[in-house]
């Protein structure tokens, strides 16, 4: 390590850890700890889920977050525990966390200079934007990025396209601008092309995994489309030869953005199935006519035996979760074999 950069660096304790890690001051001890190769726990990295939970021994944090949700109240009243996620050490730290056993898959995230490069409208309140960063980030198809703004607000977008040779100095995300949200003001009013961000990443474990042999099932909710759209992109090119059954579901025809890339899908071997909530009987310019109801229940009924299956889900909490209770709590699909990425708004 540079001994400039490191002098600067704050030293983090896990307890259980062989050496400490070295945190610089714009860093979470999430980020520190996974770029120094530890296996700690997270799912948004955000601050909402409460994955990333941790008792700070010895020390001091600022949290990026005071209000997350991530805590519960009981959490707050115990006084030491943290979101490893949302917590900058301010001097030297001592933190207690889960930690899995040896090497850990993920590239390991960074912080990278960005910029907007280019911003398509799809479809109302949908865009396609492609974000350039200072280096080539590596990544894989399904993980995701946290957008930094100028004001320190934060939220996590999944990479719509695979990396070429793993890494990338162009991410396509998939974004939806939520009504009075602060990210979404940025990203839709307040920043043009050419104005600077920062990407944070990659994070997240819901990603391609599956080894050429086993058959795959994919629900994509809403923007869950982007992560779905890489991770099946990478495993159709990965063995053309697999069965790949991929179910998307939105609430309009309207909103069922990049057809033309679920069309490419199916001609290469995937069968697509896109679905509404409303607008029953509705024909698509590239997937057809449209099935009626919510995609979850269509996959269960024509895949009722998913114990040999690999499935990748993502989309808004509400469907992540009704997915876990119907695939895997009624088990018709095997508890380890599901990866999936919920939305936590």
């Known amino acids: 390590m540079n001994l400039a950069v490191a002098r600067s ?15 610089a001051p714009d860093e979470s001890i999430l ?21 990333c939970r941790a008792q700070l021994l010895d020390g001091t944090v600022a949290s990026r977050w005071e209000a997350a949700s991530g805590l519960s109240d009981r959490d707050r009243r115990k006084g030491d525990r943290i979101l490893m996620c949302q917590s900058v050490p301010q001097g030297p730290v001592t933190v207690r966390a889960p930690l899995s056993a040896g090497p850990q898959p993920e590239p390991a995230p960074q912080r990278l200079a960005g910029r907007i490069v280019a911003r398509d409208r799809l479809a109302a309140g949908t865009a396609r934007f492609l ?24 939220r996590g977008y999944s990479m719509s396209r695979p990396a070429d040779s793993g890494a990338a100095t162009l991410l396509e995300l998939l974004i939806r601008a939520k009504p009075g949200g602060a990210a979404s003001a940025w990203l839709f009013e307040r920043l043009g092309i050419g104005d600077s961000l920062v990407a944070e990443g990659p994070y997240g474990k819901a990603y391609a995994q599956t080894p050429p042999e086993r058959p795959v099932a994919c629900l994509a ?62 024909i698509h310019r590239q997937l057809g006519r449209l099935r009626a109801g919510l995609a979850l229940d269509h996959l269960a009924a024509e895949l009722p035996d998913l114990s040999q299956h690999d499935i990748y889900a993502a989309g808004p909490e509400p469907m992540i979760d009704a997915a876990l209770r119907r695939l895997v709590r009624n088990g018709t699909a095997a508890a380890d074999r599901v990866f999936f990425d919920r939305f936590i708004s």
Do not use: K, N
């Not at 660096?9 to 945190?23: E, H, I, K, N, T």
């Not at 190769?37 to 601050?47: F, H, N, T, V």
């Not at 350039?132 to 934060?154: K, M, S």
């Not at 609430?251 to 509404?276: F, N, P």
């Open 9 to 23: 660096m704050l030293p983090v304790w896990f307890q259980g850890a062989d050496s400490v890690v070295g945190c």
């Open 31 to 51: 980020l520190a700890g996974l770029r120094a190769g530890l296996g700690l726990p997270y799912e948004c990295a955000s601050g909402g889920c409460g994955t």
């Open 131 to 154: 974000i350039g960063v200072a280096r080539p980030l590596h990544y894989l198809p399904g993980q995701f990025v946290l957008l930094e703004f100028p004001d320190g607000t934060r």
């Open 221 to 282: 909710g809403g923007t869950g489309l982007a992560p779905v759209l890489a991770i099946a992109e990478h495993l159709s090119a990965q063995a053309p030869a697999r069965r790949l059954d991929i179910y998307v579901g939105a609430r309009r025809c309207e909103d069922l953005v990049l057809g033309e890339r679920l069309q490419a899908l199916t001609g290469r071997g995937a069968r697509v199935i896109a679905v509404i909530e409303q607008g029953a009987g509705a």
